[in-house]
């Protein structure tokens, strides 16, 4: 437990962020995905996993507080031993980085294909993963002051695509009420949970060890979810309502293709990809929370006392594997359903629950003896 991290940020910050790394890529992909699961029952699916996240949500704060001055990994250790624990954070890891190639993936594969065709993967790669890098090496308290500043802007742009597609949303397009049965909703709110909300966990890596005390955390940190929940319902329902269920299923990131719709509305040429940029951006906080988590994990792994020495060899693995991780769209709409959605629910509830009962176990001993 040679890992210190010394820097401290406030409960809004985190509850920002949290709420950045939740709409993350949401807004993008997700739409598409339940839509071609759920059809026009999506919105059901989404509302229902709001509900199962908060859930979630609570458990991870829960478990934070446990061992408040002990970051996740450290916690692990403490619940399951060493060997044991580091075993798990290595699992972790893992997972981290697989997520941080993955949405590196999504970042290039975006640009590429709706804003400059022709330019390299590796290049768009290339020049993202640079600026994760660097704001890795600056620290996590720079990121979230950062994160103060673009916040406002980043929900401003996602809250004028829903205003300005009003006007073209056929409610007709959401019937029958409940057109699906059951297990297809509950597929599609299990897949925006794996998207979403299950890999929060991650972020409990910084709850509360890293968090100046705040008696209301609890509080805002739900509230901030709850804003990008709503968010992401919102998105679904204009998506269905404006491009139809199947338009949506069909489109890759029908968000933007919405957006596209907007400028003869405002009359604004290009609209779309300003409102892209709010994208960007909040995909930008969830691809360094994963690269952070991973940096993290792997100094805790080692024995270092910081992880600054190695940010830049981790991030040349993610870019690496960003370009090999996905061979085409198909396959990573494939491989999120069945890989990605099974695997966050083991990193994301199964083991929380895993790790509380341990660690509950390990205090009583401790207590008794």
């Known amino acids: 437990m040679t890992m210190r991290m010394d820097e401290k940020i406030n409960v809004r910050q985190f509850t920002l962020l949290l709420t950045l790394f939740t709409i993350g890529t949401s807004v993008l992909i997700t739409p598409s995905q339940i839509a071609a699961i759920a059809k026009e029952s999506a919105w059901i699916a989404t509302t229902f996993s709001i509900i199962v996240g908060v859930l979630v949500l609570i458990l991870f704060i829960y478990i934070g507080r446990l061992q408040p001055n002990l970051n996740l990994f450290q916690h692990n250790e403490y619940a399951f031993g060493k060997w044991i624990g580091k075993f798990i954070t290595f699992i972790i890891v893992l997972y981290s980085i697989i997520g941080a ?29 640079t600026i994760v890098i660097y704001g890795a090496k600056l620290g996590i308290e720079t990121i979230v002051k950062t994160v103060e500043i673009f916040f406002p802007w980043i929900i401003m742009l996602l809250t004028i695509i829903i205003l300005f ?23 599609a709110s299990l897949y925006e949970l794996s998207v979403s909300t299950f890999p929060l966990i991650l972020l409990f890596v910084l709850y509360p060890s890293v968090l100046n005390k705040d008696s209301k955390g609890t509080k805002s940190i739900i509230m901030g979810y709850l804003l990008a929940g709503s968010l992401i319902m919102a998105i679904s329902v204009v998506a269905i309502t404006v491009l139809s269920y199947k338009l949506t299923s069909h489109y890759v990131y029908p968000t933007y293709v919405m957006a596209e719709r907007i400028e003869f509305i405002v009359l604004l040429d290009r609209l779309e990809v300003v409102i892209a940029i709010s994208w960007i951006l909040s995909i930008f906080f969830k691809l360094f929370i994963y690269f952070y988590v991973s940096l993290i994990g792997i100094s805790q792994l080692l024995g270092l006392k910081h992880y600054r020495p190695i940010t830049l060899p981790i991030g040349i693995i993610v870019i690496g594997l960003a370009l090999i991780v996905y061979p085409d769209t198909i396959f990573a709409g494939d491989w999120n359903k069945e890989t990605w959605v099974p695997l966050s629910i083991a990193i994301g509830f199964v083991y929380p629950i895993v790790l509380l009962c341990g660690s509950k176990i390990k205090s009583f001993f401790k207590t008794g003896s």
């Open 101 to 129: 190639s993955t949405v590196l993936w999504t970042v290039g594969d975006f640009v590429i294909v709706q804003i400059i065709p022709q330019t390299p993967l590796t290049a768009v790669c290339i020049l993202f993963m």
């Open 165 to 187: 597609s009003i006007p073209s949303m056929d409610i007709k397009q959401l019937q029958p009420l409940w057109g699906q049965p059951i297990n297809k909703i509950v597929e």
